[in-house]
């Protein structure tokens, strides 16, 4: 049979395949595999869509998927571009204006859009101020919608007419929503909408006048890419394209958060079921060892004979990981259905890549883990025909562990792309596995002169673990594993969503309150606490542009699209504070203290402008504030909790530096529902105040969270069957020794109750032992994840202590159902097949 063609190779393969479909080491590599792959497409698919769904969501706050703006009208090349591409285009021109009314004026900013707006979100009005809200399409021709702090500020209702410029409109509804401004904190003026045929009648757009023109686009990302593609190189300066991708930070952060934890989780599902796969290839080699060598008999070649074997497993895993792809795939839909109410009505499909990344993860499962093993068939010697004594000389442990050790990293690389992460659980786990797995085996060899005095169903059954120490050990860091993964993921799963959670709380705040005069400061912040239970401090607010770093244009030293550049191009809000806010952490230099001393006045700077614009501590930065320029040296760099709702600025300046400029104030605080007529009064009290809502953002934040506290519930149901399916190969592999030393006590008069006795101790101790090895574990683990890669507080779990007491009753049930096969085969013939 030696040059056995590869046909006939595949067909003895298949063969052998299906007779031994039956093996119970083949089916538990068959389910580890099915989870690992499923797992792993599930939340590949969810991931991928789910961050679709929301980037779907998330251009609501532009009214679009893309938009061009700009101080200039768009060019009719630029225009053509996007109709000749089949884009959906809505047009807005916005302003700011008087409007005049026969009760006063009132500076308002002003929106002319036509009827095509919004291409994303929808507008909400309502018939009064303060009544309920309803969608629908904005206002026509002779129309106009206006902000209820409009309607109070200058006395108005329904039907009354304004004068914008030379224009005379009808006030018909109250302008609740508007989809593109969810994030625009910083607009002064009440918002009017108008309609965009109107605008030439009111004469306000002049040459030369303060206007912002926007482009709203709307299609598929390959097409708005070709369109962004063919009007980037005429760009003008002052314009600039923008997309949900730089939308506002607080989406961003919780999004990138929930796939954080999902990779987690499923590389812990994926991690558990290689451990499966391992141990199952191990039981696989070790059963295939005389049918190796009667091939090897047979004329085959040691190749040849590796090779049979590799596709026998090869087949079985090619068709684990197309089952496990599909299982996933329905495992998603079935998520998405549960998620319906949450998430847009339209969910991309994700496409091919999260299947074809979840199958190549189980084929580097079974590549890592279960090839080196395996290797063993190719080198048993044929004369085991006759003397089964013979084994094959074991391979290269570097070759066995490293082989699993690469798969393992390939796989922690592709799940989370996180090397903080991958580092912490990679050094974390091997921490864990040699120190408790040593102390576990000095534990069991201290247990044998306790033995003597030891019923006997508990001399049996520890002489089981004692007689294979390190086997025991290997099977405790196993079923450890299993316990310690799943109470990480439900130990993070609490604990950071209740984090998150607390940076989000019930009574976050929903209003920003803007432009509060200084000689209105104190009676205003006196009516915010008594009308908010959360109300911010009162920050000041003057608006400066920053010019120059250490001399140097700030232009030249930008690169094209960052967010330094985009900065540079507009008013920061500055401010100065003598205590750094609650929602910032210094992460370079020092707050102002005492001994500052400097030819300059100090600057902290928000740490990602700072490296965006090159900027390090001690350089010079420039400012122009209302044409003076006022120059100040950086002396701290701070993290910013952008999504905590509380004021956040990019510049806090020394207290004093700019006390003698125009100044602002500005707050955020929380108003409870059913407040309108609080929130009327204190409009009323306080004309001038700009009162802006946030609660349309706040709500898609907590929704985002809900997600994705149902996807990590979700999840968890693949990390159990991944332990699982570790639990029974670890019982796989010593099943067959089970039943021969079964059928030997039964033979020589033991009872069957006295062997499950046995049984019981010897798990019971095991599963306890586990349960200690995986409190440990989960402590060290979470506490390296917590410091260096969430960056959260750490604390003991004391919960973690009844893991030995689950670990028991757990392994004691599982081994007894696992092992059952020892208890019934008959002794007659298995000492006649030994």
């Known amino acids: 049979m030696r040059g056995l063609p590869l046909s006939r190779l595949i067909a ?7 007779r031994d479909t039956r093996a119970g080491e083949m089916r538990v590599l068959f389910f580890a595999l099915l989870v690992a792959v499923a797992a792993s497409t599930a939340i590949g698919y969810f991931g991928a869509r789910l961050n679709a769904a929301m980037l779907l969501r998330a251009t609501e706050f532009l009214g679009a998927d893309l938009v061009l703006t700009g101080s200039a009208p768009a060019s009719a090349a630029q225009l053509d571009a996007g109709t000749r591409l089949g884009l959906e285009q809505a047009r807005v ?57 409009l309607f109070a500020a200058l006395n108005l209702k329904p039907g009354d007419r304004i004068d914008v410029g030379n224009k005379t409109l009808r006030l018909t509804r109250v302008l609740t929503y508007e989809p593109d401004r969810g994030g625009d904190f910083y607009s002064l003026n009440p918002h009017v909408l108008m309609h965009y045929d109107d605008l030439a009648a009111t004469g306000i757009v002049q040459p030369g006048s303060r206007v912002r023109y926007r482009e709203l686009w709307r299609g598929e990302s390959a097409t708005l890419e070709a369109y962004r593609q063919a009007i980037s190189v005429d760009l003008a300066p002052s314009q600039r394209i923008e997309d949900a991708r730089h939308g506002n930070r607080q989406i961003g952060g919780a999004l990138g958060r929930a796939e954080r934890y999902l990779n987690l989780a499923s590389l812990a599902a994926v991690l558990l079921a290689g451990v499966a796969v391992a141990l199952s290839a191990v039981r696989f080699a070790s059963r295939r060892f005389d049918a190796s060598a009667l091939l090897r008999c047979l004329g085959l070649s040691r190749r040849e004979a590796l090779g049979l074997f590799t596709l026998q497993l090869a087949l079985l895993g090619g068709a684990a990981c197309l089952a496990g792809a599909l299982l996933g795939w329905i495992g998603q839909q079935g998520l998405f259905y549960l998620l319906q109410g949450l998430l847009p009505t339209r969910v991309p499909s994700g496409g091919l890549l999260p299947a074809l990344a979840g199958i190549a993860i189980g084929l580097v499962a079974l590549a890592g883990f279960a090839l080196p093993p395996l290797a063993a068939l190719g080198r048993v010697p044929p004369l085991r025909v006759l003397r089964r004594d013979l084994l094959p000389t074991p391979p290269s442990a570097w070759l066995v562990y490293g082989g699993a050790v690469l798969a393992l990293g390939l796989i922690m690389w592709r799940l989370s792309l996180d090397l903080k992460l991958t580092l912490a659980l990679l050094g974390g786990g091997l921490i864990v596995t040699l120190l408790l797995g040593g102390a576990l085996l000095f534990s069991l060899r201290g247990l044998r002169r306790l033995l003597a005095g030891a019923a006997l169903p508990w001399r049996l059954g520890l002489g089981q673990l004692l007689r294979h120490p390190l086997a025991a050990a ?114 370079a230099g020092s707050w102002w203290s005492t001994a500052h001393a400097s030819d300059l006045p100090g600057v902290s700077v928000e740490s990602k402008l700072a490296t ?14 209302g044409g003076i320029e006022r120059e100040a040296r ?21 207290p004093g530096t700019l006390r003698d400029l125009p100044v602002t104030y500005l707050a955020s605080f929380y108003l409870p529902p059913q407040q309108d007529r609080q929130l009327v009064a204190l409009s009323r009290a306080f004309p001038a105040v700009t009162l802006l809502q946030v609660d349309a953002l706040l709500a898609q934040l907590r929704s985002i969270l809900d997600q994705v506290t149902l ?19 670890g019982l796989q592999a010593t099943l067959d020794e089970r039943i021969r030393q079964g059928a030997l006590l039964r033979a020589l008069g033991a009872r069957r109750e006295l062997l499950v006795q046995a049984r019981r101790a010897e798990f019971a101790l095991l599963g306890a032992s586990s349960g200690l090895l995986a409190a440990t574990g989960c402590e060290l683990v979470s506490f390296l994840l917590y410091r260096y890669v969430f960056d959260l507080p750490w604390q003991p779990h004391p919960w973690l202590l009844t893991l030995p007491l689950i670990g028991a009753l757990l392994i004691a049930t599982a081994g007894l159902l696992g092992t059952r096969r020892a208890l019934q085969s008959s002794p007659l013939s298995v000492l006649r097949e030994g």
């Open 612 to 625: 965006s614009l090159h900027v390090q501590l001690g350089d010079r930065l420039r400012f122009n504030i």
């Open 12 to 18: 003895l393969a298949c063969r052998q395949l299906l």
């Open 711 to 729: 996807a990590v519930e979700y999840v968890l149901l693949f990390v159990l069957a991944a332990g699982i399916a570790v639990l029974f190969a």
């Open 634 to 654: 950086v002396t701290s760099l701070r993290e910013v909790e952008w999504d905590s709702f509380q004021p956040n600025f990019y510049m806090i300046f020394e």
């Open 474 to 587: 290997g099977q405790a860091l196993a079923f450890g594993l299993i316990l310690l993964a799943m109470a990480l993921i439900t130990l993070l799963r609490g604990e950071l969503l209740d984090t998150w959670q607390a940076q989000l709380p019930a009574d976050a705040p929903n209003h920003f309150a803007l432009n509060v005069l200084p000689d209105q400061r104190d009676a205003f912040a006196a009516e915010l606490a008594r009308l908010s239970p959360n109300a911010s401090p009162l920050y000041p607010v003057v608006p400066g542009r920053l010019m120059a770093i250490n001399d140097e244009p700030v232009r030249q030293l930008v690169s094209k699209d960052s967010e330094g550049e985009r900065a540079s191009r507009r008013d920061l809000s500055l401010t100065w504070a003598s205590e750094l806010p609650v929602s910032n952490h210094v992460a």
């Open 93 to 149: 021109v916005e302003f700011s204006s008087v409007i005049a009314t026969d009760n006063g004026i009132q500076l308002a900013s002003v929106k002319a859009a036509d009827s095509h707006y919004p291409l994303r979100g929808q507008l909400k009005s309502a018939a009064a101020p303060y009544a309920p809200e309803s969608s629908s399409a904005g206002p026509q021709p002779g129309e106009a919608w206006a902000e209820a702090r």
